[in-house]
């Protein structure tokens, strides 16, 4: 099957640093790439989502100007989480499809904000 | 926003038993998808079905969709401790792009 990676995996930071997260479509070209997030014991919440070469879409009440996105090519998508605060420590998820029904997942980065 | 509705929220049984998770929902949809995801890992794609389809099997799992109720089952037969995980569904609204709304999850513990 298609393999997205994320980059870190784990990441502690400083509150009111910036920290950017990658992900990565490693074997196919990925049109659109989406973002979650995932607080413990609880589901997935999408953030956005993200076309290659256009703005990304925010779900309601996520703040775009805070989680900055950025799907520059067809394998890679960033999100940095900016001027990060410790209500931002949760589990940031991508996935990416090309059009197709299903959409694949990476394995997740755990950000901490101390 | 969430959509999906899963219960039960939490499922204990014992290794060899039979274990059903539901989900609801609230709008059209394209397809319906089950994940797993252990503690702290990333998620595992289960199983796919279409709104024009009834019934999916994959090996120990089977879905059910019912469109007119917005609902479907996942049952996982002759369960190992190794299917203890969150299962969640996950949606993929009509006309929304492709995005996915997951529900909440269930947590299922197989006890040995």
């Known amino acids: 099957g298609a393999v997205v990676s994320q980059h870190p995996s784990r990441v502690i930071c400083k509150s009111g640093t910036s920290v950017k997260i990658e992900c990565r479509s490693l074997d196919f070209q990925a049109t659109t790439m989406f973002w979650y997030r995932q607080f413990p014991k609880q589901s997935l919440m999408l953030m956005a989502t993200?076309?290659?070469?256009?703005?990304?879409?925010?779900e309601q009440g996520v703040e775009k100007d805070k989680f900055l996105i950025n799907h520059a090519s067809l394998t890679l998508s960033t999100l940095t989480v900016t001027s990060a605060h410790p209500e931002d420590s949760s589990f940031y998820i991508c996935?990416?499809?090309?059009?197709?029904?299903?959409?694949?997942f990476g394995p997740g980065t755990r950000l901490t904000v101390t | 926003s969430q959509q999906g509705e899963e219960d039960p929220q939490a499922l204990s049984i014992q290794e060899g038993e039979n274990a059903t998770m539901n989900c609801s929902y609230k709008t059209s949809i394209n397809n319906l998808q089950w994940y797993r995801q252990n503690s702290g890992r990333g998620l595992v794609h289960l199983i796919l079905i279409r709104s024009n389809e009834r019934e999916k099997h994959s090996g120990r799992l089977r879905v059910t969709l019912d469109t007119s109720k917005k609902s479907s089952s996942l049952l996982i037969t002759a369960s190992r401790a190794a299917d203890t995980a969150s299962y969640f569904c996950a949606t993929d609204p009509a006309n929304q792009g492709g995005k996915l709304i997951f529900g909440q999850g269930t947590e299922l513990s197989v006890k040995p």
């Open positions: 996935s990416a499809s090309w059009g197709r029904d299903e959409q694949y």
């Open positions: 993200s076309n290659e070469g256009s703005k990304a879409t925010y």
